[in-house]
């Protein structure tokens, strides 16, 4: 019963992605149809359209195995090695210091509003 | 044949994540990521095998990457569970993944110029501190390598976690929820388990700047490729 509600789930996950998908392709929209369909989710939960146990076990089922799904890109990279050559101490300077700058300020921004809100 | 690649570019993919997770646990060490090592692995396979075998496997791994759509859809539940934080906190979670994700590209693009940086590794890296299943889905759209995202990505989740609360604390950024909306911007889901070892409630705020942050540079992404082309 248990495995049923995940598989069903799972055919509602995969039923909005495509749909979203279609949405892009037939509209010609510049988005990414997994964002979109992240976004239309967060809005159905939120104006509870559809209740989070419709969707609980075969989403958290994703997430949970979502690494395996990134080793093909991830592997592929040998494929763009080419595009990196000569610029790999570059790319990674730029990396860390983008990083670096990125959190200090998200940090820092976090704080001071924060502690405004205090009263 | 087009079956029998699917089929097998999927038991190869699970074996070698399961295998790599093992290793991982074995070795214990957090910074030897099963994805990393997996990656690591199965890339040194690849380079060491004729190139047909990594275009079979790329053809074969279809229907894998077509799951990463309902996935990245997935990701609005931990951010549903973490609604009562954004309630909470809202100025203080949309400015600091602004301020954030906004100095972040400019850092990329201003300093990536300098040292002469091709523009599409710049895009790439304007892509690290988005969750990978949005930076992938965003790589399509602005025509960036996906491989050379995904590592940039993996890059901005394990360094950022490993040196951002030291980072933090040095600048006396004290308050969980701060740290947890810098760590979560950033480093996204890495990131987030870090914040989430801190305290639950850095781990919220981790979870809502993921995702706000994953809508803020999408959105701009989307647009800068509009006007860019």
């Known amino acids: 019963m248990a495995l049923l509600r995940i598989c069903l789930q799972l055919v509602v996950l995969g039923v909005l992605y495509a749909g979203c998908q279609w949405l892009v392709a037939r509209l010609g929209l510049p988005v990414p149809p997994g964002l979109l369909a992240l976004l239309v989710l967060i809005g159905l939960l939120l104006s509870r359209v559809v209740p989070e146990r419709a969707v609980d076990k075969g989403g958290d089922l994703l997430l949970k195995y979502l690494p395996v799904i990134f080793l093909p890109p991830g592997i592929g990279v040998i494929r763009e090695l080419h595009t990196v050559r000569g610029h790999g101490l570059a790319l990674a300077a730029v990396l860390l210091g983008s990083l670096v700058v990125g959190q200090l300020i998200a940090g820092l921004v976090g704080q001071t509003v924060v502690n405004r809100e205090k009263p | ?229």
């Open chain 2, 1 to 229: 044949m087009r079956a029998l690649e699917i089929l097998g570019a999927t038991a190869f993919t699970a074996a070698l994540y399961w295998a790599c997770s093992r290793v991982q646990k074995a070795i214990g060490l957090s910074l030897l990521h099963p994805l990393l090592l997996s990656v690591l692995a199965g890339g040194t396979l690849f380079a060491l095998l004729p190139p047909v075998w990594l275009d079979a496997y790329v053809r074969g791994s279809v229907v894998l990457l077509w799951l990463l759509g309902p996935a990245t859809a997935a990701l609005a539940l931990p951010f549903y569970r973490q609604r009562a934080f954004l309630i909470e906190h809202p100025w203080a979670a949309v400015l600091a993944a602004l301020a954030g994700c906004a100095s972040t590209v400019t850092v990329v693009w201003s300093f990536g110029s300098l040292l002469g940086l091709p523009p599409s590794l710049m895009r790439a890296a304007s892509l690290k501190s988005v969750t990978l299943p949005v930076a992938l889905g965003l790589a399509q759209v602005t025509h960036t390598e996906p491989g050379i995202t995904t590592v940039c990505v993996f890059t901005s989740g394990l360094v950022g976690s490993a040196i951002g609360p030291a980072l933090l604390s040095r600048i006396r950024v004290r308050s969980p929820v701060a740290r947890g909306l810098a760590l979560g911007t950033l480093s996204h889901a890495i990131g987030t388990a870090r914040a989430l070892e801190e305290s639950p409630l850095s781990g919220a705020a981790g979870v809502v700047a993921l995702t706000l942050s994953a809508v803020i540079l999408g959105t701009g992404a989307i647009v800068l490729s509009m006007i860019f082309g």
